[in-house]
T-cell receptor, first 112, second 113 residues
Framework: EDQVTQSPEALRLQEGESSSLNCSYT??????LFWYRQDPGKGPEFLFT???AGEEKEKERLKATLTKKESFLHITAPKPEDSATYLC?????????????FGSGTQLTVLP | NAGVTQTPKFRVLKTGQSMTLLCAQD?????MYWYRQDPGMGLRLIHY???????AKGEVPDGYNVSRLKKQNFLLGLESAAPSQTSVYFC????????????FGPGTRLTVT
């Protein structure tokens, strides 16, 4: 059974204090690793797609990396507006649709 | 574009009552999904649709039914609500060829007492 585990569950950082979020997975036939951002009271918003080990993607202060068993979301010099829950998901094919298995997320709080 | 919209935003039901959640998207997306999100469990797929007139079961379909009569709309029904269906429900859609770049609606918070 595909599993996605995110750690830590919650993280509090001071503004400017860099850190990393972890997403480990066990899947048969990985079809991509995906990061989403979710603000309170809103739906998830797509951030990155990673398909192969060694791949990296960047967007502003965020950088996602992928190995064969885990992905990291590095946050460099975060700002309070980066506070959100970050979800990772792995993709797989089932029938005629592409589906995602989500982790339970890391709630990030960046203090000014 | 409004993107993905959901109606209603909040709802309280009594056990045994029925209701329908409406999802609408104006991006001409073929694929649409219904998820539920519970604390500590992540998003779980209830049902999905790969096009108008088609639906299929996801990971947790029991107690729910869906219909996709029009391409832009995807309805989620609860025929006899149970407290275990208390959750936040999200609808999502994506275009053909961008399978995992899903666009999510704002969610519906449902409480069943």
């Amino acid at each position: 059974e595909d599993q996605v585990t995110q750690s830590p569950e919650a993280l509090r950082l001071q503004e400017g204090e860099s850190s990393s979020l972890n997403c480990s997975y066990t899947v048969s036939g990985l079809r991509g690793l995906f990061w989403y951002r979710q603000d309170p009271g809103k739906g998830p918003e797509f951030l990155f797609t990673l398909y192969s080990a060694g791949e990296e993607k960047e967007k502003e202060r965020l950088k996602a990396t992928l190995t064969k068993k885990e992905s990291f979301l590095h946050i460099t010099a975060p700002k309070p507006e980066d506070s959100a829950t970050y979800l990772c998901a792995v993709g797989f094919s089932s029938g005629s649709a592409r589906q995602l298995t989500f982790g339970s997320g890391t709630q990030l709080t960046v203090l000014p | 574009n409004a993107g993905v919209t959901q109606t209603p935003k909040f709802r309280v039901l009594k056990t045994g009552q029925s209701m329908t959640l409406l999802c609408a998207q104006d991006m001409n997306h073929e694929y649409m999904y219904w998820y539920r999100q519970d604390p500590g469990m992540g998003l779980r797929l209830i049902h999905y649709s790969v096009g108008e007139g088609t639906t299929a079961k996801g990971e947790v379909p029991d107690g729910y039914n869906v219909s996709r009569l029009k391409k832009q709309n995807f309805l989620l029904g609860l025929e006899s609500a149970a407290p275990s269906q208390t959750s936040v429900y999200f609808c999502a859609s994506h275009k053909t060829g961008a399978a995992y770049e899903q666009y999510f609606g704002p969610g519906t918070r449902l409480t069943v007492t």
